[in-house]
């Protein structure tokens, strides 16, 4: 009888724990279509998809607390260890991180508006949709790694972040250059500037992410550089 009243529990804790992973993946796919929306709206004028993206932000807020929620509970009444924790605290981790993806979605949509406003398309285009290109890749791949429990798939992903880093150094150069050439572009090429440093910044968070991956499979701390814990 007691036996089977612990399987109970132990079939329970497991569905909590899967409910958990589920709800931070349901708001990973809320995020990157967010993402991908707020692109859009901003590569074809479109404020009313930027309105779009910005009202779906309430909804990743709402999705960040519930995951905490959930989490803290788990937590609380589970007392979980080992992988068990490592999972529990990997999931708040993602989740705040595409939390804040999503902040940056935000932002680049409003810079669409501003854009669409202005009613001409500035240079640095080009520079957006490559960089965007790389970190939405960046953001699927890293949650794909997560629901493999796929370290290889994490490190490759990881490792694409330097790849952004390089080409969003070179777009701002190209663009510092073009608002010294010609003042009138000024608040034009802003737009842009901000609009890749968000870009850059969902990259930085896509590789948190496959650190997370890391920590979850391994229990390896890889962040800060420390990819000597990496076994």
């Known amino acids: 009888m007691d036996m089977q009243f612990d399987q109970h529990i132990s079939r329970q804790f497991n569905e909590d724990l899967e409910t958990l992973k589920t709800e931070m993946l349901e708001m990973g796919g809320l995020v990157t279509r967010q993402v991908a929306d707020a692109v859009e709206a901003l590569a074809n004028a479109d404020s009313e998809l930027a309105e779009k993206v910005l009202r779906v932000e309430e909804d990743i807020d709402r999705c960040e607390m519930e995951v ?9 009444k589970r007392q979980p260890a080992a992988s068990d924790l490592r999972m529990v605290m990997s999931v708040i981790r993602i989740a705040r991180d595409l939390e804040r993806v999503g902040d940056e979605a935000s932002k680049i949509a409003k810079m669409a508006i501003a854009l669409s406003d202005e009613g001409s398309a500035p240079r640095g285009y080009t520079e957006i949709r490559h960089i965007a290109n790389a970190v939405r890749k960046m953001l699927n791949d890293a949650l ?41 572009s000024i608040s034009r090429v802003m737009n842009v500037l901000w609009t890749l440093r968000s870009l850059e910044r969902i990259g930085d968070h896509a590789k948190n992410i496959c650190e997370q991956v890391v920590y979850l499979v391994q229990g390896a701390d890889i962040r800060h550089g420390n990819e000597q814990n990496l076994r």
């Open 144 to 184: 794909d790694a997560y629901t493999r429990f796929d370290v290889k798939s994490a490190m490759e992903t990881l490792a694409e972040d330097e790849q952004v880093d390089m080409d969003y150094r070179s777009a701002v150069r190209e663009m510092v250059t073009y608002m010294m050439e010609d003042p009138r």
């Open 68 to 76: 905490d929620e959930h989490a803290t509970l788990i937590i609380a």
